[in-house]
């Protein structure tokens, strides 16, 4: 290669990259002119930052017996103690861990798979096409979450295995959304202009029909780790997690089991119904702004 072919090609990759930056910011100011989206933001950062500092900002390890049984919110035990003593305070806190974790890794490897699917059956038709959204069809029959009790009850209590069961049964939405953008983009004249000079279906869907459905697939992913994270919730409080693993359903569940309703013990229950609620809430939020802003029908309304 010479040496002005590779100025060029270092001009071009300056130019995507500023196109790139542009871009970033653009999008960045227009999120800044929702007060929601900020606001979910600034949940969503506070409980990341929590969950990164549980070592540090947590009194006690949430396994070890610290106190009394059912000890109430006072003195050292901000949240009081658990039926057998642990600390809930710090459970709850290294919780935040296990929550946002799985919720964003089984968001992250559903939205893959429904991209994938999408993409390859759009793109493609004929037969792949039939037989990908049969199979997605046939997902989308079955009903959610008895799939995932069984799936989670024959891989066994890990938080790995509840990152794949969320994941392999929260895919089919995206699918149907990235193929019918996909059937949308490759009809368009840029992608058959490629297509005339020789591009090979790799090149079109990689650096055609990709970056432009990925805005929605983005936003898609923001809903599915609310999903996620909520589905992790209700499997942790049926007994199915890793129970070497504090989260926020697992807490609930010890609760349910210690009778903390009946016997008016609120502070075992109430808050990480909270933080299970307020998390949430913050991931919507970002999604709904996110949605505003690349949605071009949306984009002028104000909120």
């Known amino acids: 290669m010479t040496q002005s ?5 270092g001009s071009l990759l300056r130019e995507r990259l500023d196109i790139q930056a542009r871009r970033l910011t653009d999008l960045w100011n227009l999120y800044k002119g929702s007060w929601i989206g900020m606001l979910g933001l600034f949940i969503v950062i506070g409980f990341i930052i929590i969950a990164i500092a549980a070592p540090t900002i947590a009194p006690y390890d949430p396994r070890a017996l610290v106190g009394r049984p059912f000890q109430p919110p006072i003195g050292e035990h901000l ?45 493609f038709r004929g037969p792949p096409d039939s037989i990908l959204m049969r199979i997605t069809d046939l997902f ?22 509840i990152v794949f069961v ?34 090979r279906d790799r090149h079109i869907i990689m650096r055609h029909i ?23 919730s209700g499997l942790s409080f049926l007994g199915l997690s890793d129970p070497s693993k504090p989260s926020w359903g697992q807490l609930l569940r010890y609760a349910n089991e210690a009778g903390a309703l009946a016997t008016g013990r609120w502070w075992f ?16 939020f970002s999604s709904y702004s996110l949605d505003q802003i690349l949605n071009p029908r949306l984009r002028k309304r104000r909120w």
């Not at 009081?80 to 964003?104: A, E, K, N, P």
């Not at 990925?214 to 909520?230: E, K, R, S, W, Y």
């Open 5 to 9: 072919s590779q100025a060029a090609k």
């Open 79 to 123: 949240l009081g103690t658990d039926q057998v003593g642990r600390d809930i305070y710090s459970q709850l806190i290294w919780g935040s861990r296990v929550s946002l974790m799985v919720g964003l890794l089984a968001s992250a490897f559903g939205v893959a798979i429904g991209t994938a699917i999408g993409l390859v059956s759009g793109y």
């Open 140 to 161: 989308i029959t079955l009903p959610g979450l008895p799939l995932m009790l069984i799936l989670a009850a024959l891989l066994g209590r890990s938080m790995w295995n």
């Open 166 to 199: 969320i994941a392999v049964t929260g895919w089919t939405g995206t699918a149907k959304m990235v193929r019918s953008q996909t059937l949308s983009i490759k009809e368009r004249p840029y992608v058959e202009a490629a297509r005339s000079v020789g591009a």
């Open 210 to 232: 990709l970056p432009n459905v990925f805005p929605l697939v983005f936003a898609n992913t923001i809903v599915g780790i609310v999903d996620a994270i909520l589905a992790e």
């Open 269 to 284: 229950i109430i808050p990480p119904g909270i933080c299970i609620m307020v998390v949430a809430i913050g991931f919507a």
